[in-house]
């Protein structure tokens, strides 16, 4: 008995050294340490041309021809931003943007939101051929000429609604609905059937509510999208002043600056009295960061629920 004991004694000293915790403990401390220098760079490499873009439009014109900024301005003025706002065309265009951008994520969402939830019932009998319908209007277009005679044939042209009509359903955030829907028990529908509720009542009090990460990220999509068109005011109202939108009016500075860079004796009709202070570079760099904050502060209340939403449909029941 001795003798097996004796014999066992190395082989379980030499597992017992194998399983030190100071062995296999500098694995993880590699990979946390590679992941965590990972994660600096790409944090790095994604933020500093928003940064960059920042110092620009803090900077002199003049002195950002030059070259070599980084992180901060070597000649700081708000000459750019001056150029921006001088105009005061730029605060009604805000107004209408601010608008545009609100009543067309409302009605976009609870339009699509309301079809996605019909076309997700197995018993409604048309669900399959209007599916069908909306997926092949991802596909096919009709071309801007005749969709800027049907917006003329429904009275639009010059109207606000035709910012906010034409995108009041999308077949993309359509589909990602009806996904997410699939995912809600079938039996929370049945019984609120059971106790008496309507398809309506069913929507409102159940499947929106349960909707709430996907319809977060689908209205941030719609929101943004709304927020930076400018076609649509070029097409359908730029002979009304007071329906253009901001995006609108900062490509006409934009385009305006650089006509002026190119050929000093047009007027740009913003008001730069110092040409050398400001040039299409730190317009450009001013205009991105006015057209990028409203989206900045609205994105950190609806990441929560972001994330969540990106993961629609990974999960089954």
Same mark, same amino acid.
């Given at each position: 008995?001795?003798?097996? /004991?004796?014999?066992?004694?190395?082989?379980?000293?030499?597992?017992?050294?194998?399983?030190?915790?100071?062995?296999?403990?500098?694995?993880?401390?590699?990979?946390?340490?590679?992941?965590?220098?990972?994660?600096?760079?790409?944090?790095? #490499?994604?933020?500093?041309?928003?940064?960059?873009?920042?110092?620009? @439009?803090?900077?002199?014109?003049?002195?950002?021809?030059?070259?070599? +900024?980084?992180?901060?301005?070597?000649?700081?003025? +708000?000459?750019?931003?001056?150029? #921006?706002?001088?105009?005061?065309?730029?605060?009604?265009?805000?107004?209408?943007?601010?608008?545009?951008? %609100?009543?067309?994520?409302?009605?976009?969402?609870?339009?699509? /939101?309301?079809?996605?939830?019909?076309?997700?019932?197995?018993?409604?009998?048309?669900?399959? $051929?209007?599916?069908?319908?909306? %997926?092949? /209007?991802?596909?096919?277009?009709?071309? +801007?000429?005749?969709?800027?005679?049907?917006?003329?044939?429904?009275?639009?042209?010059?109207?606000?609604?035709?910012?906010?009509?034409? @995108?009041?359903?999308?077949?993309?955030?359509?589909?990602?609905?009806?996904?997410?829907?699939? /995912?809600?028990? !079938?039996?929370?529908?049945?019984?609120?059937?059971?106790?008496?509720?309507?398809?309506?009542?069913?929507?409102?009090?159940?499947?929106?509510?349960?909707?709430?990460?996907?319809?977060?990220?689908?209205? =941030?999509?719609?929101?943004?999208?709304?927020?930076?068109?400018?076609?649509?005011?070029?097409?359908?109202?730029?002979?009304?002043?007071?329906? @253009?939108?901001?995006?609108?009016?900062?490509?006409? +500075?934009?385009?305006?600056?650089?006509?002026?860079?190119?050929?000093?004796?047009?007027?740009?009709? %913003?008001?730069?009295?110092?040409?050398?202070?400001?040039?299409?570079? @730190?317009?450009?760099?001013?205009?991105?960061?006015?057209?990028?904050? $409203?989206? =900045?502060?609205?994105?950190?209340?609806?990441?929560?629920?972001?994330?969540?939403? =990106?993961?629609?449909?990974? #999960?089954? !029941?």
């Amino acid at each position: 008995m001795m003798k097996k /004991t004796q014999m066992a004694g190395p082989e379980s000293t030499i597992a017992i050294s194998r399983r030190r915790p100071g062995s296999r403990g500098l694995e993880p401390f590699v990979f946390s340490t590679l992941n965590t220098i990972f994660m600096i760079i790409l944090v790095i #490499v994604t933020l500093y041309p928003f940064l960059n873009t920042i110092v620009v @439009s803090f900077n002199a014109g003049n002195d950002t021809i030059r070259g070599g +900024l980084y992180l901060w301005p070597r000649q700081f003025t +708000l000459q750019n931003y001056k150029a #921006v706002f001088v105009s005061g065309t730029i605060y009604n265009a805000f107004l209408i943007s601010v608008a545009r951008t %609100v009543l067309s994520t409302l009605l976009n969402i609870f339009l699509t /939101t309301m079809l996605a939830y019909a076309l997700s019932r197995r018993n409604f009998v048309f669900r399959k $051929p209007i599916t069908t319908v909306f %997926v092949l /209007t991802m596909y096919f277009n009709a071309g +801007l000429i005749p969709g800027y005679f049907l917006m003329k044939d429904l009275n639009l042209i010059n109207n606000f609604f035709v910012y906010v009509l034409p @995108s009041m359903i999308s077949a993309f955030n359509l589909i990602v609905i009806r996904t997410y829907i699939y /995912t809600i028990p !079938e039996s929370l529908v049945e019984s609120a059937k059971i106790d008496g509720a309507g398809d309506f009542k069913i929507f409102w009090r159940i499947i929106l509510p349960l909707c709430k990460p996907v319809l977060a990220t689908i209205a =941030l999509f719609v929101a943004v999208g709304a927020w930076n068109s400018w076609f649509d005011a070029f097409l359908y109202t730029s002979s009304q002043q007071e329906l @253009s939108t901001l995006q609108y009016e900062l490509m006409k +500075l934009l385009s305006s600056s650089m006509n002026a860079n190119s050929n000093p004796s047009v007027s740009n009709g %913003v008001g730069m009295q110092n040409a050398t202070q400001v040039t299409p570079i @730190s317009i450009r760099a001013a205009v991105t960061v006015v057209a990028s904050i $409203p989206i =900045l502060v609205v994105y950190p209340f609806m990441q929560k629920y972001f994330v969540v939403g =990106l993961n629609v449909g990974s #999960v089954k !029941e």
